[in-house]
Nanobody, 112 residues
Framework: VQLQASGGGLVQAGGSLRLSCSASGVIFSIHAKGWYRQAPGKQRELVAAITSGSRTNYADSVKGRFTISRDNAKNTVYLQMNSLKPEDTAVYYC???????WGQGTQVTVSS
């Protein structure tokens, strides 16, 4: 099994980024997925999650700004991040919530 995250980068405050998490394996790909982030010196935290039926859940800090979605045909989960703030700066990870399997992270840096 493999999770491949991409889409991170450097953006100014107020800007947008879209992260992608591609999953291999048919059964693996339809599992519930989560996006987490870890800022320097802080614990990793759940940002957003999506079930196999596309029900979603968000951390209070990103509600109204971030949107998680999935395209099962492409085995991919997305995190659309709008109105980014400097405090959103972190390494973002995707995770298979059924297998408890982490993908590698992608760095998001928001400049003020």
């Amino acid at each position: 099994v493999q999770l491949q995250a991409s889409g991170g980068g450097l953006v100014q405050a107020g800007g947008s980024l879209r992260l992608s998490c591609s999953a291999s394996g048919v059964i693996f790909s339809i599992h519930a997925k989560g996006w987490y982030r870890q800022a320097p010196g802080k614990q990793r935290e759940l940002v957003a999650a999506i079930t196999s039926g596309s029900r979603t859940n968000y951390a209070d800090s990103v509600k109204g700004r971030f949107t998680i979605s999935r395209d099962n045909a492409k085995n991919t989960v997305y995190l659309q991040m709008n109105s980014l703030k400097p405090e959103d700066t972190a390494v973002y990870y995707c995770k298979d919530l059924i297998l408890d399997y982490w993908g590698q992270g992608t760095q998001v840096t928001v400049s003020s």
